[in-house]
């Protein structure tokens, strides 16, 4: 009986460590709610702007713009797949 609460037990701190290192802050979402004393990078945690607004409201100084580093990665992937596939020109004779 020991050993089943024992492992019980070690299973429920496992499974909250896990939960806990998985924050919502950590994920790349495309709103992000900037101004007042939340930095440069603001907060990016929403994942849809209306979310954004919701949080927003009644705050001083805060606006909701689309998250820049998702905007850099997706310019980034367009630069590359333009340096992967080179366009060739042919000439019909």
């Given at each position: 009986?020991?050993?089943?609460?024992?492992?019980?037990?070690?299973?429920?701190?496992?499974?909250?460590?896990?939960?806990?290192?998985?924050?919502?802050?950590?994920?790349?979402?495309?709103?992000?709610?900037?101004?007042?004393?939340?930095?440069?990078?603001?907060?990016?945690?929403?994942?849809?702007?209306?979310?954004?607004?919701?949080?927003?409201?009644?705050?001083?100084?805060?606006?909701?713009v689309y998250n820049r580093?998702?905007?850099?990665?997706?310019?980034?992937?367009?630069?590359?797949?333009?340096?992967?596939?080179?366009?060739?020109?042919?000439?019909?004779?």
């Open positions: 009986m020991r050993t089943i609460v024992a492992m019980l037990a070690l299973i429920g701190v496992g499974t909250a460590a896990i939960a806990g290192s998985a924050s919502p802050a950590s994920y790349d979402y495309p709103w992000c709610l900037k101004g007042g004393e939340l930095g440069y990078s603001g907060d990016c945690s929403y994942e849809t702007r209306a979310q954004c607004l919701a949080s927003a409201s009644g705050r001083w100084i805060l606006h909701c580093r998702l905007l850099f990665e997706r310019q980034q992937g367009v630069q590359q797949q333009d340096v992967q596939q080179p366009r060739r020109h042919y000439r019909d004779y």
